[in-house]
């Protein structure tokens, strides 16, 4: 006798929630918000129109969604990356390449997509900042941790934006155009910088 294991109602949902989702981030990043659409949407997550409609009625509802769901991913991948860092001489470079490759993945690609498209859509807006907030923020906090920061002495918080700052402006350039190189060489030099900088004397 063969039983048949149903998977509840509420599981199915969401896995059918995160399949929307997770297609949108790919359209986001192969075709950018505008050929974004909630019919693209629903062919690529092998979902009914009807069914994406119900939990989506429009394309701002999946697209605020997926903000929220691209919070969650570009958390967990960074957390994963940390968890990979290695101690010794090389750290300060390691954590810089950790930083670089974050901001030059495809999920920032699909989040840049999503800041160019709330400058001038209030309702995006209104759910984009207040989560890329949260991001920054966390994002901030993990790396004085893993640079063993500390932002107490003067023009050490500073420093510290400068580097996401930095690393977030390669990401941008290298939507563009493959600029692994440059970008190795420029976080080579940084690497040196922020080395001397953190270790100084504060006396």
């Keep these: 006798m063969t039983t048949t294991t149903r998977v509840p109602q509420e599981e199915r949902t969401r896995a059918m929630r995160a399949r929307l989702l997770e297609a949108t981030v ?6 950018g918000f505008a050929g974004t659409s909630t019919t693209l949407v629903s062919e690529r997550a092998g979902v009914s129109r009807g069914a994406q409609l119900h939990h989506f009625p429009t394309k701002n509802d999946l697209v605020v969604a ?15 990356a940390a968890r990979r ?3 010794g001489p090389h750290r300060t470079r390691a954590v810089l390449q950790m930083l670089g490759d974050h901001f030059s993945s495809p999920v920032f690609t ?10 001038t859509d209030p309702t995006l807006l209104a759910a984009v900042a207040p989560l890329e907030q949260r991001v920054g923020r966390e994002v901030h906090r993990v790396t004085v941790e893993l640079l063993g920061a ?30 692994a190189k440059r ?12 080395d001397q900088a953190l270790q100084e004397d504060p006396a």
């Design 26 to 31: 790919e359209l986001l990043v192969e075709r």
């Design 66 to 80: 997926a903000v929220g769901h691209l919070t969650q991913v570009r958390g967990a991948e960074l957390a994963e």
């Design 85 to 87: 860092l290695p101690d």
């Design 110 to 119: 699909a989040a840049l997509e999503l800041w160019v498209a709330a400058r």
């Design 150 to 179: 500390d932002e107490s002495r003067p023009g050490v918080r500073e420093l510290v934006q400068a580097t996401l700052d930095l690393v977030r402006g390669l990401g941008l350039a290298n939507t563009i155009t493959d600029d």
């Design 183 to 194: 970008r190795g060489r420029i976080l080579d030099r940084w690497a040196e910088t922020l």
